[in-house]
Nanobody, 125 residues
Framework: QVQLVESGGGLVQAGGSLRLSCAAS????????VGWFRQAPGKEREFVAAIKWSGGSTYYADSVKGRFTISRDNAENTVDLQMNSLKPEDTAVYYC??????????????????WGQGTQVTVSS
């Protein structure tokens, strides 16, 4: 129904910037919101940011607020995550996910129906 493909991950020096992109295809008209999650080795997957597909309302985890910006590119049907002032603790596999219904939360994994394959972000000291 919905396919998601992440891109833009890689290596970056601490203090630098990186831009991730999540390309959505298929039945994109069914998407209510797109979220970004991340998981570091030995740690649980955590919410990073989310954006409503229509309207543009955004939500951020406290750990990234003021440094990361989530946005939608209407022309390319993608959701981007601009990451600035990167820290080594930002190192993780980053996943984008699509939510098709308006339930009760935009920050919980179980609320999302479709997931991308993940992309590695590594921040060196």
């Amino acid at each position: 129904q919905v396919q998601l493909v992440e891109s833009g991950g890689g290596l970056v020096q601490a203090g630098g910037s990186l831009r991730l992109s999540c390309a959505a295809s298929g039945r994109t008209f069914s998407i209510y919101a797109v979220g970004w999650f991340r998981q570091a080795p030995g740690k649980e997957r955590e919410f990073v940011a989310a954006i409503k597909w229509s309207g543009g309302s955004t939500y951020y985890a406290d750990s990234v607020k003021g440094r990361f910006t989530i946005s939608r590119d209407n022309a390319e049907n993608t959701v981007d995550l601009q990451m600035n002032s990167l820290k080594p603790e930002d190192t993780a596999v980053y996943y984008c996910a699509a939510k098709t219904t308006n339930w009760k939360s935009l920050t919980e994994e179980y609320e999302y129906d479709y997931w991308g394959q993940g992309t590695q972000v590594t921040v060196s000291s």
